[in-house]
């Protein structure tokens, strides 16, 4: 019962992930600069997007108690990527912005904790508390996935992959758009699939 009880859970995350991609074309549009932002990291650090024009960079929402962010985190997939592309300059950022007071809420502190067990290496942990950056992006899902030239422009935004399950022996024969994205944007090349539907868990906003 308690397996058909997390399916359901699991599924009803999809669903609302997807509902709200429809209305996604706000503010971040693949091919238009990214919305510029300044958000405190978990250390209380102030970090700006513009301070790394010059550089790609990787937003990736994330929430731990998410069952899709273990997925990629249980199975070193989301950690492989970061450490490989940190490794050539890239910038990796993390957002929560799962609201204080609701259940999957971690304290910055925790929230370091968490990721640092997890082998986690993120440039920064960005706290989004109230969700600003988050709506501005139009972040649906945790993970949701973003890809920003060194331009400043965005050329990717969406799933991490193209296996839409939480289970992680799926990694090993998914096509992970956000490595195929920056491996083509260092090569000077353009994108081949700059957007995918995101899936996920629904991220968890702050009402209003």
């Known amino acids: 019962?308690?397996?058909?009880?997390?399916?359901?859970?699991?599924?009803?995350?999809?669903?609302?992930?997807?509902?709200?991609?429809?209305?996604?074309?706000?503010?971040?549009?693949?091919?238009?600069?990214?919305?510029?932002?300044?958000?405190?990291?978990?250390?209380?650090?102030?970090v700006k997007l513009a301070d790394f024009k010059g550089k790609h960079v990787v937003l990736e929402w994330t929430n731990p108690g998410c069952p899709f962010v273990v997925k990629h985190y249980g199975s070193q997939n989301m950690q492989g990527l970061q450490k490989e592309f940190t490794a050539k300059n890239v910038v990796w950022l993390g957002v929560s912005s799962t609201a204080p007071g609701h259940s999957d809420y971690l304290a910055p502190a925790a929230l370091t904790a968490k990721y640092k067990?997890?082998?986690?290496?993120?440039?920064?942990?960005?706290?989004?508390?109230?969700?600003?950056?988050g709506r501005a992006y139009s972040a649906r899902t945790t993970p949701h996935m973003y890809v920003i030239d060194p331009a400043g422009k965005l050329?990717?935004?969406?799933?991490?992959?193209?296996?839409?399950?939480?289970?992680?022996?799926?990694?090993?024969?998914?096509?992970?758009?956000?490595?195929?994205?920056?491996t083509e944007s260092m090569a000077g090349k353009a994108v081949t699939t700059p957007t995918a539907a995101p899936y996920g868990c629904s991220v968890k906003y702050a009402a209003g």
């Open 1 to 46: 019962m308690q397996r058909r009880t997390l399916s359901l859970v699991i599924a009803s995350s999809i669903v609302v992930g997807l509902s709200g991609l429809a209305g996604a074309a706000g503010a971040a549009t693949v091919g238009a600069p990214a919305p510029d932002f300044q958000l405190k990291d978990a250390t209380g650090k102030t």
């Open 117 to 133: 067990a997890w082998g986690s290496a993120h440039s920064a942990m960005l706290m989004d508390d109230d969700g600003t950056v």
């Open 155 to 182: 050329i990717y935004a969406g799933g991490i992959d193209d296996k839409r399950s939480s289970n992680p022996d799926d990694v090993k024969t998914a096509k992970n758009f956000v490595r195929a994205a920056l």
